[in-house]
Nanobody, 127 residues
Framework: DVQLQASGGGLVRPGGSLRLSCAAS????????IGWFRQAPGKEPEGVSC??????????AESVKGRFTISISGDSAKNTVYLQMNKLKPEDTALYFC??????????????????RGQGTQVTVSS
């Protein structure tokens, strides 16, 4: 089974930075999408970023482009996905989930990931 373990959330002031990590394991195939979506209280899930394992293509929501960077290390079976978040804004406050699917499109669209998702990690941006 695919397992995803997210960490790295916290409280930060506007303009600050955080780095989220997702430890992923259990993949038995090489081509998949892995990334992040978030959900704020009372709102629908919102795709944040995704990276394609096969060719390292990255995808970002318009709201985070230029501020967030996704990266991956490790092999296809076991790896760690990072989300470097800079210039954080109060509207970035949400529960962030690591997610995996057969491709990135569902993750970026905020749909329920088919392969799996980890537990959420809270990001709060406040002064």
């Amino acid at each position: 089974d695919v397992q995803l373990q997210a960490s790295g959330g916290g409280l930060v002031r506007p303009g600050g930075s955080l780095r989220l990590s997702c430890a992923a394991s259990g993949f038995t195939w090489d081509d998949y999408g892995i990334g992040w979506f978030r959900q704020a209280p009372g709102k629908e899930p919102e795709g944040v970023s995704c990276i394609s394992r096969s060719d390292a293509t990255t995808y970002y929501a318009e709201s985070v482009k230029g501020r967030f960077t996704i990266s991956i290390s490790g092999d296809s079976a076991k790896n760690t996905v990072y989300l470097q978040m800079n210039k954080l804004k109060p509207e970035d406050t949400a529960l962030y989930f690591c997610a995996a699917d057969f491709r990135c499109d569902p993750i970026i669209r905020g749909l329920d990931p088919l392969v799996g998702r980890g537990q959420g990690t809270q990001v709060t941006v406040s002064s």
